[in-house]
């Protein structure tokens, strides 16, 4: 460990940064999340900037305080936007809306069952014979509304 710190001094304050941002990005790798990325990204900034402009470490460890927080920050906003492209996402019974059907059972009374896939699922709708084709247009809960195609 100490050769180690002897090596990181002799290449000095730039290189130093530039590991530690190959370190924290290779480390995204292993301990996946998307964000060590952020931090990676910082260090190896840092120690661009470290190379051409000399400084204090109290203004490199400023640089990539403020390098950091922003880089974060525009992730965090960037995967809030993503977040809202598919609500259907991980919701199944979201993605059934505007699917379409076969009644293998009559719908009786308003109420009947649909298989989609591997699910049996309960309809409400008009009364209708098996073998009628039916779109599911609603959902409440866990029950499809379905009208008649």
């Known amino acids: 460990m100490a050769d180690a710190l002897g090596i990181l001094a002799a ?28 931090l990676g990204l910082a260090a190896l900034a840092t120690g661009l900037a470290a190379a051409l ?13 403020a390098l950091a927080v922003l880089l974060v920050g525009i992730a965090i906003r960037l995967s809030g936007r993503a977040g809202h492209r598919d609500a259907t996402l991980n919701r199944a019974d979201r993605g059934l809306i505007g699917r379409e059907a076969v009644l293998a059972e009559p719908v009786v009374r308003g109420t009947g069952r649909i298989r989609f896939d591997d699910t049996l699922w309960r309809i ?6 098996a073998g009628s084709r039916v779109r599911v247009v609603a959902l409440s809960g866990t029950v499809l509304r379905v009208e008649e195609i």
């Open 11 to 38: 290449l000095g304050p730039a290189w130093s940064w530039v590991i530690a941002g190959l370190v924290l990005a290779g480390a995204e790798i292993a301990v996946p999340g998307v964000f060590l990325i952020w």
């Open 53 to 65: 402009i000399p400084m204090p470490w109290q203004g490199r460890t400023l640089l990539f305080a």
């Open 124 to 129: 409400e709708g008009p009364d209708l014979p």
